[in-house]
Structure formats: C-alpha cells, structure tokens
C-alpha cells in the first residue's frame, strides 16, 4: 500500500497521461499514485482515463492552476 | 480506504497558499467592459469581436474544450468525449450557418462565410498542424486560452505558432499558384440543393457521432 509520486509540473497535454499510464502499470493493487500537474487540459484527461480504467480518481486542487490526481490501482 | 487517507495526509502536508484572484477578476472585468466602449466608439463591429472573443475565452477555459484532444484521445486513451462534443458544436454551427446562408441568398447576395478551394494542400496543412498541435500541446485556441491560463511552456508554443503563421503567409502565395487556384471551391447546397446537402452533412456528422460513442464504448471494455 506505498504511495507514489508522479511529478508532470510543466509538462503539456498529452505527456501527462502518457507518465500516468507507465507508471500505474508499474504499481501493485492498492497502491496510491499521486500526480501532481498543472495542466489544465491533463486535469480532463487523466482522471478520464484512470476512471475509465477502473481506478477510483479523487482531484485536489493545491494551488492556483496546480492539482493532484489521487489513482488508487484497483487492478 | 487508501485514496482517502493519501489525500488528507497531502492536504494536510500541502497547506493552501492560494491568493485570493477575487480582485484581479474585479479589475479585468472593469477593464473588458471599458475597452468594449472605447472599441464601441471606434466601431460597433469591433466591440462585438472584442465581447464575443472575451466570451469564447471564458467558455474554452471553463469547459476545456481542446480540439486537439478531440481527435488525439480517441487513439490515445480511447475517450471520446471531447470528439462527440466537437461533432456536437459543428452540427449546431450547420444549423446556424445554413440559416445564415439560405436568408443571405434569397435576398440576392452571394454565399456568405468562408468557402475555400479543397485540395491536396488541405491535407497536406492538417497533418502538419495535427501534428503541431499534438507536440506543443495544443491547436490555435488551446494555445490562446492556456497562454492566458499563465501555462509558461504554452507562451513558447504561442512564439512558434506567431512565427510559423508568418512564415505560411510569406509563402501563401506559391501555394495560391501552385495548388489552391488549380482545386475546386465547392458548396455543397450549390451543387445538391439545400436539403440533399443538409441531410447528407448531417448524416456524416452523426454517423461520426455514432463511431465515436461506439469506440469510446468498445475501448472502455477492454
């Protein structure tokens, strides 16, 4: 049950989705990855794809224009 | 379950230093409306661009609306939301437009809007731009509404775009000669009549709708 941290600050749509998705194939089930972006147009796609995925998605918005995307791997 | 307890340790390890935008908002608002007068004063025509082109901004940002990721997600991750809500927007556009188009001829003028010859160069200029856009993270008014967002890799991608623009009018010209004087100008109500043309536009459209939610459907299975 560890928690990762995925760093896209600065990174434009689509890398962020691209990150998210090589590195949530490397977790185990259970795990936490955490996204921190700050794109407006990954804050769309990510939690789209993760919940279409399957993954419970919550976003938490830490600052002006910057977010966190909690993705629990479910499988 | 885990999700909650990472995200209330971050909340708590992350503390809120967010400014309050409540101010600036006041102020530029302020400022839109006055610039909408001094444009009104020059010429009508420009305050309307002025408060439609504002009111475009608004709803690109809010919504996040990206025609980039309309046709890059379907491949990418198989969402096809954005794709339905583009073919969404383009069939009220027909709608509009051919109402525009049917008053303007019957009172005896010609076609109005933009209609361009299609060729070879249309392709040849979508995929260039499809691919620029997908690398610098956004098509012309993804850019624009991001650049304002204050999204800083997004202000080299506006550079580009000034600088590419520039150069595709610099060289607009051999392309008049060489391809887009020699291919056609098609308007399909011209050349079917106004309902085979509306019928058989809508139909595409909503055939790519149906495609569109059947692959979005067929992806999220699998």
């Known amino acids: ?75 | 379950m885990e999700i909650q307890q990472a995200r209330e340790t971050a909340v708590r390890r992350t503390p809120k230093k967010r400014k309050n935008q409540l101010p600036i908002a006041i102020i530029v608002l302020i400022l839109v409306i006055v610039l909408a007068v001094v444009f009104g004063q020059i010429s009508s025509g420009l305050a309307v661009a002025w408060i439609f082109g504002v009111a475009f901004g608004v709803v690109l940002q809010k919504s996040r609306f990206c025609f980039t990721a309309a046709f890059r997600d379907p491949i990418l991750t198989g969402g096809t939301s954005l794709s339905k809500a583009v073919l969404t927007a383009i069939s009220i556009a027909l709608a509009g437009f051919a109402v525009i188009q049917l008053f303007a001829l019957q009172s005896g003028k010609g076609v109005p809007g933009a209609v361009n010859p299609v060729g070879i160069h249309v392709a040849i200029g979508a995929t260039m731009f499809g691919i620029g856009a997908v690398i610098s993270g956004g098509c012309a008014s993804g850019t624009l509404m991001r650049f304002g967002e204050g999204f800083m890799m997004q202000w080299l991608s506006l550079a580009f775009f000034v600088v590419g623009s520039l150069w595709g009018a610099h060289d607009f010209g051999w392309w008049q000669q060489a391809v887009i004087s020699a291919s056609p100008k098609i308007h399909l109500p011209s050349l079917l009549g106004w309902p085979a043309a509306l019928i058989l536009q809508f139909a595409v459209l909503g055939g790519l709708f149906f495609l569109a939610d059947w692959w979005g459907k067929k992806r999220n299975q699998a």
């Open chain 1, 1 to 75: 049950m560890a928690e990762y941290r995925l760093d896209c600050l600065g990174e434009a749509c689509p890398v962020p989705l691209l990150k998210t998705q090589k590195k949530l194939a490397e977790l185990k089930v259970g795990d936490v990855l955490v996204v921190e972006i700050d794109h407006s147009c990954a804050m769309k796609n990510v939690p789209e794809w993760a919940r279409k995925e399957g993954h419970p998605v919550e976003i938490e918005e830490v600052g002006d224009g910057e977010w966190e995307v909690y993705i629990e791997k479910a499988k």
